[in-house]
């Protein structure tokens, strides 16, 4: 355990969500002091249940598009829902969400001098035609399609950190997360792990939108976290942003397949329309991450799917 002096007062904004309550643990584990806010849009309170006896931990309901007065040391933001029905759902405060809940925790941060970071997504880079995706690229995004709420807000939230930053000083790391899994992702959210995953051992088709010819890199959420801390704890001039993935490429056909092989359902495969502005290819160039973080993901998708799939089905799924 951490003394008085070292341990740190670290707010978690969306720390009720799948990787905020990781995050959470992750810290507190460290023994920091963990204040997690959330408004539980798509957060529960199961995520975060076995933390709450814990005297380090303190759970507060708090929507970020409303101010907030605390004092903390250092700001994860990352209160927003990322799956596309949750964020296509309420898309005027999912936009909210992210560009005022970003001024909002910004404010927050310049007041207390506290370090943040923004939790960023692949999705600035939009449907890229860059390949794979290098921070200095500045994307393919669509400013008025359905993923406009969410890619443009992150878009905004971007921005409003680099101008904090140059305009007040105010310390911060922006990480581009591209797709993550794992335990807690919530059961009916939508994102293609846990679709895939539930469909197959409920014996259902497996939806695969479009041909499924379409691609994406999974990362484990354990790495991710790990990703995450170290980026908060690299040197200040070091502001991101920076990409955070797993490289392994996968088609969303070869994932169906291994999710079915895996879990040694009998469920067929069912084509379905592609919903619009669905990006075509997505990977990460990860080499700033290696080089400045020493960071690089250690868990592929044949063992971090096995995990994700041994949760689900104790979810009784
Ligand atoms: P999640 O939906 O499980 O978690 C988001 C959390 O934010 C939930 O607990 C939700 O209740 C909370 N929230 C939403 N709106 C809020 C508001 N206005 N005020 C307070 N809390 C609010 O999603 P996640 O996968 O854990 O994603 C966490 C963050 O990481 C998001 O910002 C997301 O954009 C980003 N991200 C995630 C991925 C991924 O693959 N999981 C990829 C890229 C970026
Ligand atoms: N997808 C799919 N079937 C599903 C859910 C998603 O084929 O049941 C596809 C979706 O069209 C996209 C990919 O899987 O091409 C990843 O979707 P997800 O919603 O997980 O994340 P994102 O599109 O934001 O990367």
New binding site residues.
């Given amino acids: 355990m951490r003394s008085y002096s070292t341990r740190k007062r670290i707010l978690v904004t969306g720390g009720a969500g799948f990787l905020g309550s990781h995050l959470c643990e992750r810290l507190l584990a460290e023994g920091h002091d963990v204040l997690c806010a959330d408004n539980f849009f798509t957060g529960t309170k199961d995520n975060i249940a076995h933390l709450l006896p814990n005297p380090h931990f303190e759970l507060m309901r708090h929507d970020v598009t409303f101010p907030l007065f605390v004092e903390v040391d250092e700001i994860y933001n990352l209160a927003c829902p990322a ?2 029905v949750h964020y296509q759902h309420d898309p005027v405060q999912t936009t909210k969400t992210s560009v005022h809940g970003a001024i909002n925790m910004l404010g927050l941060a310049k007041r207390v001098k506290a370090k943040i970071l923004q939790a960023s997504t692949s ?1 600035v880079y939009g449907d890229p035609k860059v390949h794979p995706q290098t921070e200095d690229y500045w994307g393919n995004v669509n400013p008025i399609g359905i993923r406009s709420c969410y890619d443009e807000g992150k878009r905004c939230a971007e921005t409003l950190f680099f101008d904090y930053h140059r305009q007040y000083g105010v310390r911060i790391k922006v990480a581009r997360i591209f ?1 993550t899994y794992g335990p807690r992702m919530h059961p009916n959210d ?4 846990s ?2 995953i539930v469909q197959a051992l409920k014996g259902n088709p497996i ?4 041909e ?1 010819k ?1 691609t ?1 890199s999974f990362c484990y959420v354990d790495d991710l976290v790990d990703g995450l801390v170290r980026l908060m704890n690299s040197a200040d001039d070091f502001t991101g942003p920076v990409n955070l993935g797993n490289p392994g490429e996968f088609t ?1 056909l070869d994932l169906a397949n291994k999710v079915v092989a895996m879990t040694g359902s009998t469920s067929k495969i069912e084509f379905k329309p ?2 619009s502005d ?2 075509t290819q ?1 990977k990460p160039d990860i080499s700033l991450a290696l080089r400045i973080l020493g960071w690089a993901p250690n868990i592929p998708l044949d063992v971090g799917l096995p995990r994700a799939i041994d949760y689900f089905r104790g979810c009784g799924e």
């Fill in positions: 799956s596309p999705e797709n939508g994102r293609v792990v679709n895939f939806t695969i939108y479009g499924g379409q994406r969303i592609l919903p669905d990006p997505r």
